[in-house]
């Protein structure tokens, strides 16, 4: 058999090792196992998916909320504009009848308002022309931010993308070490089983070794004592063989053998294994 340091057996088998069942140790030795930790790992993995879970959850309710208010405001907005629209062509209607009305007075002035027209296309194309370099200006200033922030946007992504490889590097090394030490536990585990079968077997050997000559000498002495009881009740039976012919397979006298085989039967259910 092989053989494993008896060290090992409080940590492994402490409920066996612990036969005194008032001993505290005797109590503990079923609480504790060689899975205790990775259980534990594994519950509090458990709890921070759970965790991440609800934060997403929680997360996604704001953002349908903040849709939701978006979509309300915008609803707002086109009915006020639609209102405004309704209100512009009422007052330009107005304009319309009121310039009609007074048509007649105007032809005399359509020389001034000629002019006047004239000078404010002028003055309108000058301002929209300045209008769009204003704007032509911010939008190339626009497009730089928007260039700045896509970088950054980009940087922080692949740092994002590095640092959760790195974590999933990290788990996937903590699960490979875990399994690792499963893995010994598991064979020491294996070699103190076979250890402690092979110590039963021989244990069993010999207990039954020890009981066959236990066996073996009671029936010789329970001969022995029936030769010695038969004579003593039969003295004119001159046919019966010693102790030494009985237990070589000699046959008694009838009387005897009667005797002796009530006499042997408490002893043999006894030794019964």
């Known amino acids: 058999s092989s053989s494993v340091p008896s060290a090992c057996f409080p940590a492994i088998f402490p409920r066996l090792m612990a036969t005194n069942p008032m001993d505290p140790a005797f109590a503990r030795a079923g609480d504790a196992g060689p899975f205790e930790s990775a259980h534990t790992a594994l519950l509090a993995l458990q709890q921070q998916v759970q965790n991440l879970s609800t934060a997403l959850e929680a997360e996604q309710k704001q953002r349908a909320t903040d849709v939701a208010e978006l979509r309300e405001a915008l609803a707002q907005e086109a009915a006020q504009r639609e209102a405004l629209g309704a209100q512009a062509g009422h007052d330009l209607q107005t304009e319309v009848r009121r310039m009609t009305a007074s048509q ?21 194309s000058t301002s929209v022309e300045q209008l769009a370099e204003t704007l032509s ?3 190339a200033q626009l497009a730089s ?7 950054t946007e980009k940087a922080d992504f692949e740092k994002l993308a590095s640092d959760l490889q ?9 699960v490979s070490t875990l399994n690792e030490r499963l893995d010994k536990e598991a064979a020491r585990f294996q070699e103190t089983s076979e250890y402690i079968h092979a110590e039963l077997t021989d244990h069993k050997r010999m207990t039954n070794e020890v009981h066959q000559g236990v066996q073996k000498g009671v029936e010789m002495m329970s001969a022995t004592i029936l030769g010695a009881k038969c004579a003593i009740n039969h003295p004119g039976s001159a046919s019966r063989p010693t102790t030494a012919a009985t237990m070589a397979g000699a046959s008694p006298t009838r009387d005897c053998q009667s005797e002796e085989q009530q006499d042997l039967t408490p002893a043999r259910s006894w030794l019964s294994p």
Do not use: H
């Open 145 to 151: 931010q928007i260039e700045q922030i896509t970088m």
């Open 137 to 139: 200006r911010e939008a």
């Open 104 to 124: 007649d007075r105007l032809r005399f002035e359509v020389g001034d308002v000629m002019a006047a027209v004239k000078k404010e296309v002028t003055e309108r």
């Open 166 to 174: 790195g974590e999933a590097s990290d788990r996937m090394y903590a």
